[in-house]
C-alpha cells in the first residue's frame, strides 16, 4: 500500500473513474504542497524551534501525496457504498420487471430509485446496452460491484433479455436477492456495532484517565497536608 502510494500506481484509474484531468489533479496536488509548506515553515519561524525543520521532508512528502491518498479514500467509500446499493436495484428491478417484462424497459425504469454512485454505473450499462446487448456489458457493471454474486445475478438478468423471463428462473432471482438483502442488512448491523465500539473506547479511556489523575491531586494534596501536618 505505501509503494502504492509513493508511485501513485493507479492513478490513471482513479482519475478516469472521477472524472479528473491529470492537470487539475497536479495543480491541486502542487498547491497543497505549497500551502502546508508555507504554514509549516510560518509556525517554525513563529515558535523559533528551528529542529522542527528536521521533519519537513516527511510533511511535504505527506502533503504531497495527500490528493492521491483521498482519490484511493473516495474510490474505496464508492466500492463499499456500491455492494450496500446492489441489492436495493435488484428488489426496484425485480418489483418493475413485473410490470414492464421487459430488460432493458426495466432498467431505464430503475434509474430514478439507484442512488449514486451505482446509478452512474447503471446509466453506463443502459448506454451499452442501446449498442448491443452483449453479455460483457453486465459482467462490468456487476465487476464494479465487486463480488461474485454480482456477476451471477448479471449473468441471469443477461439471460432473460437474450431469450426471455422464465418463472422458475425469476423466483430463483427473488429468492436469492432476499438471502443477499439479508446477508448485507446483516453485514450492515455488524458493521455499525464494530464502529460503535471504535469510537466508545477513547471516550472510555478520557474517563479512566481524567478518574486516575483527579485521584492522584487528591492523594498529592492529603499527603501535602499530612506531611505539613507532621513538620508543624
Known sequence: MIIEILKEKHLNLYLNYFGKTRKSYEVNKWLITFLVFFIYSMIVIFLKQFLIF?????????????????????????DLLKTYLFPEFLRCFICLLGVSGNVYSTLKATVPYVKEPLKAELQKLITNIERDNDRRHYIEFANSIGNSEASMVMSMIHEFSEF??????????????????????????????????????????????????????????YMSQIQGSLNF
Request: proline share 4%; no cysteine.
Open 54 to 78: 528536521l521533519a519537513l521532508p516527511v510533511v511535504l512528502l505527506a502533503a504531497n501525496k495527500f490528493a492521491y491518498i483521498n482519490l484511493v479514500a473516495r474510490k474505496k467509500k464508492d
Open 164 to 221: 426471455g423471463i422464465q418463472k422458475d428462473a425469476l423466483q430463483q432471482l427473488e429468492q436469492f436477492i432476499e438471502r443477499l438483502q439479508e446477508n448485507k442488512t446483516n453485514e450492515l448491523i455488524e458493521r455499525k456495532v464494530r464502529e460503535m465500539d471504535k469510537y466508545s473506547v477513547p471516550p472510555v479511556v478520557l474517563s479512566v484517565l481524567f478518574v486516575l489523575s483527579f485521584a492522584v491531586a487528591l492523594f498529592v494534596y
